[in-house]
C-alpha cells in the first residue's frame, strides 16, 4: 500500500478507532481523565501520521549537520565521536581538586568542569567578611593566579577542554586560565573549553551576580570580542537553562527564557559593533534532563531548530557554525530524591539517556548522593559509568536522532517550539529579557511554575517513588563527604603570604588601568589579563569594577 | 506579603488574641547561596496557608536577618541554607538573637542540611531542620503548632 492511500482512509479509520476506545473507556476509565506534561502541553492517547500531515520534513527537520539543526549539528553525531562527558567537580582547596580532576582523568573522563565555591562566584577573596561558612564549599577556592596554578598542576592545557561555571566574574577566571596556560607554553589560540558568563539568568535563577545588568553586559560583550581574536577556539558563554529549570520553570519555559537570553545577549554584540558571525559561533549552551522522557528529547530538538532560526531570520547569520546550538546537558539535580538515594542512579541514568537521544555535545551526569552532600567520589564514579554505559553498550549512539519520525516526538517538537515562541514574542513585547527580568516576569514565572509542581507533589497527583510512595524506613547514610573548615584559614594564610610576596606596586598600577579602563570605554579583556598575571586577587579585581559599576539589587517577586 | 507596623508589641496577657492574629514568619537566605526555589515555595505556601512572610531575598548576613526579624516583629524565622554554610550561618543568627535579648522566635532550617549536624544545630536553638522532601503541610503544621 502506498503512503497516500494510508493517508486516504486514516482519518476515519482513526475516528472509528477512537469511537471504540472512549466506548471501552467510559466502562474502563483510564489512569486519569487527562493526561498533560510538566509544560501544560496536553497528551493524546496516540500520534499518527495525522498530527504531521501539515510538516514540511525538509523544512522543519530536515538533515543533522544541516538548517534547521532539529536532527542534531553534526551529520554524524555519536557515530564520529561520542560527546564530551564532562563531570562537574570542584571542593575545598586547589589542591584537593586537582586531584579528583586528575582522578576523573584517569577514569576516562574526557573534560574538565570546574565548580567555584561561592566567595569564588561572587569575587569575594577567602578572607572577605561574607565567605564566612563559604569558602570551599561548593567548589574549590580561588583567590588569586597562584591558586588557579595548583589547580591545573600536570594538567596540560591543550590536551584538556576545560569548562569553568563562572558568570560574573568569568574576566577574571578565564584571564587566570590564559595565564596559567603562558606559563605552561600553551598559546592561548589553543585553548578549548567554556565559560558559563550568563548573567542574565543569574538574575533569574542562580544568585551569583554582582554588577547591574548593564555593564554586565559590557564585560560580556567585551570576552566576545576579545576571545574573537586572541582565543578562537574558547566557548565565550554557555547560555543557560539549566538553572532556570533547576529553579521550577517547565521545559518550555526552560528554552524559551534561554533563548531570550541569548537573543539579549547578540542584540548586546551588535550593538557593541560585533559582527554576528565573528562571535555567533562560539555562543554555547546548557540545559536540563529532566523526567519527562520524550519531552526533554523533544525539548533539545526544539530548541535547535528555534535558535537556529533566530540567528538565521533575525540577526542575518550567513556562517553555518553561527546557526548551530551546540550544548552541554546536565541531569536534573532537583529530582534527586534524599529517600532511598540508590533510586537517583536510575533516574540520572534515564535523564543521561534523554541528553544523549537529544544530541547533546557533552554530559555531567549527577551523583546519587547529592540531595544529601557533595558527591563522594564512588557516587562520582557510577555516574560516569552510566555515561560510558549508554555511549558504549546500549546501541543508541550508532544512528543519528533515532527517534526522530516518532509521531510524538516530532509533534511534540513542533510543540514545545511553538509555545517557546510565544514566550520569545510576550519577551520581545517588553523590550527583551534584560527587561523582562527588570519587570520580575520571569522570575514570577519560573516561581509560579515551581510552586505548582510542589502542590502536585503534595496532593499526590504526582508521585516522586520513594518520598511520596512506596517509602521505606531507612538509616540516613553517614561519612558525607564535608569540607574542612580550615580550608579558609588555609586560603587566608596563602593570600597574606602572596601580598607580602608579589610586586604591591605592579599591581597597583595594573589596578588603577583597570578602574580607568572601566570608565572608558575600552575593553577590559586585557586589562583583567594584565592585573591577573600581577597577581591581583579576584577580590580586588572585582573591587575595583565594583566601584565604578555598583552592585544588583534583587527584586522581590513574592508580593 | 505585606510588611505591616508592629509597634505595638502585645505583652504576654495578651497571648490569646495573638494566637488569632495571624502568624508572621521571616522567609530568610542567610550567606551567599543563590538557590531560592525552596525558600520561595515555602514563603508561597506559608502565606497560602494564611500567615503573614517578610522575605529578606539573598546574601543576607546574620545580623540583617536578626534586625529584620526584630524590625517586622516576626514570630518566626524560617532560613534555607543548600551551599554547606549552615554549621556556621546558622548558630550565628543565633548567637545574634540571644545577644539582643530575644528569646521567643521560633527559629527553623531547611536546605542540604546532613543528619549528622541536626544535633548541634538543635543545641544551638534551632527549633527543627527540614530536609528535602519534606511538604509545605509540615511545615505550615508544624508552625501553628509551636505558635
Known sequence: MSEKKVHDNLPNDFEKWSESVEKMVSKRPERKPEFVNTSGIPVNRIYSPLNLEDTDYLEEVGFPGEYPYTRGVQPTMYRGRYWTMRMYAGFATAKESNSRYRFLLDQGQTGLSVAFDLPTQIGYDSDNEMAIGEVGKVGVAIDSLKD?????????????????????????????????????????????????????????????????????????????????????????????????????????????????????????????????????????????????????????????????????????????????????????????TAQQPKNNIVRVAFQALSAVLGGTQSLHTNSMDEALCLPSEAAVETALRTQQVIAHETGVTDTVDPLAGSYYVETLTKEIYDRAWKYIEKIDAMGGAVEAVEKGFIQREIQDSAYQYQREIEKDERVVVGLNRFQVQEERPSNLLRV??????????????????????????????????????????????????????????????????GEYQQINTLS | MSIVDHSNKPGQGDRDMEKKKKIRVLAAKPGLDGHDRGIKVVALALMNGGMEVVYTGLRQTPIQIVEAAIQEDVDVIAMSILSGAHDYLFPKVMELL??????????????????????????????????????????????????
Request: contains cysteine; glycine residues 6%.
Open chain 1, 148 to 336: 588557579m596554578e595548583i589547580l591545573f598542576d600536570k594538567i596540560p592545557l591543550d590536551k584538556v577542554s576545560t569548562s569553568m561555571t563562572i558568570n560574573a566574574p568569568a574576566a577574571v577566571l578565564l584571564a587566570m586560565y590564559m595565564a596559567v596556560a603562558e606559563k605552561q607554553g600553551v598559546s592561548v589560540d589553543k585553548l578549548r573549553g567554556t565559560i558559563q558568563n550568563d548573567i542574565l539568568k543569574e538574575y533569574s535563577s542562580r544568585g551569583t551576580y554582582i554588577f547591574p545588568p548593564k555593564p554586565s553586559m559590557r564585560i560580556i560583550t567585551d570576552i566576545f570580542s576579545f576571545c574573537a581574536e586572541k582565543v578562537p577556539l574558547w566557548n565565550t558563554i554557555s547560555i543557560s537553562g539549566y538553572h532556570i529549570r533547576e529553579a521550577g520553570s517547565t521545559a518550555v519555559q526552560e528554552v524559551a527564557f534561554t533563548l531570550a537570553n541569548g537573543i539579549a545577549y547578540v542584540k548586546a554584540a551588535l550593538d557593541a559593533g560585533l559582527d554576528v558571525d565573528a562571535f555567533g559561533p562560539r555562543l554555547s549552551f546548557f540545559f536540563n534532563a529532566h523526567l519527562d522522557f520524550l519531552e526533554e528529547i523533544s525539548k533539545y530538538r526544539a530548541a535547535r531548530k528555534l535558535w537556529a532560526t533566530i540567528m538565521k531570520e533575525r540577526f542575518g547569520a550567513k556562517n553555518p557554525k553561527s546557526l548551530m546550538m551546540r550544548f552541554h546537558t546536565q541531569t536534573a539535580g532537583c529530582t534527586l
Open chain 1, 484 to 549: 574542612d573548615p580550615s580550608v579558609r584559614d588555609e586560603q587566608i594564610d596563602s593570600l597574606n603570604r602572596l601580598k607580602s610576596e608579589r610586586n604591591n606596586e605592579k599591581v597597583d598600577r595594573a589596578l588603577a588601568k583597570l578602574k580607568d579602563g572601566a570608565e572608558s570605554k575600552d575593553n577590559l579583556m586585557p586589562l583583567v589579563f594584565e592585573a591577573v598575571k600581577e597577581y591581583s586577587t579576584l577580590g580586588e579585581i572585582c573591587d575595583v569594577l565594583r566601584e565604578v559599576f
Open chain 2, 98 to 147: 540571644k545577644e539582643r535579648g530575644v528569646e521567643d522566635m521560633l527559629v527553623l532550617g531547611g536546605g542540604i542540611i546532613p543528619d549528622e549536624d541536626v544535633p548541634a544545630l538543635k543545641e544551638s536553638g534551632i527549633a527543627e531542620i527540614f530536609g528535602p522532601g519534606t511538604t509545605t503541610g509540615e511545615i505550615i503544621k508544624y508552625i501553628e503548632n509551636r505558635v
